[in-house]
Nanobody, 127 residues
């Protein structure tokens, strides 16, 4: 059973930064598309970005380009979401998800069927 564990959430003032981590317990780590999603109160799931662990290629949602960066540490089976210049509208629960497949813009769709999901980590940005 593959498990994903997010961490790094918290409260920050607008303009600040946070780095979220997603540890993936999968022996096939290097064959995964790892996606980051968020869900704000009263809103639907929103794709943030994704990374293909085999070659570190990333896809970032247009609305977050320039502020959010995804990276990985293959030695730690860990994917990171670096969030800069945070805004109050970034407040949400952030989730990572995994599937053994390639990544692309289609994997940021909220209905894309990732096979495994983490439990989420809360990010709160105050003005």
């Amino acid at each position: 059973q593959v498990q994903l564990m997010e961490s790094g959430g918290g409260s920050v003032q607008a303009g600040g930064s946070l780095r979220l981590s997603c540890v993936v317990s999968d022996y096939r780590y290097r064959s995964n598309c790892i996606g980051w999603f968020r869900q704000a109160p009263g809103k639907g799931r929103e794709g943030v970005g994704a990374i293909y662990t085999g070659d570190s290629r990333t896809t970032i949602a247009d609305s977050m380009k320039g502020r959010f960066v995804i990276s990985q540490d293959t030695a730690k089976n860990t994917v990171y979401l670096q969030m800069n210049s945070l805004k109050p509208e970034d407040t949400a629960i952030y989730y990572c998800a995994a599937i053994v497949a390639a990544c692309g813009l289609w994997t940021l769709r909220p209905d894309y069927e990732y096979k495994y999901w983490g439990q989420g980590t809360q990010v709160t940005v105050s003005s």
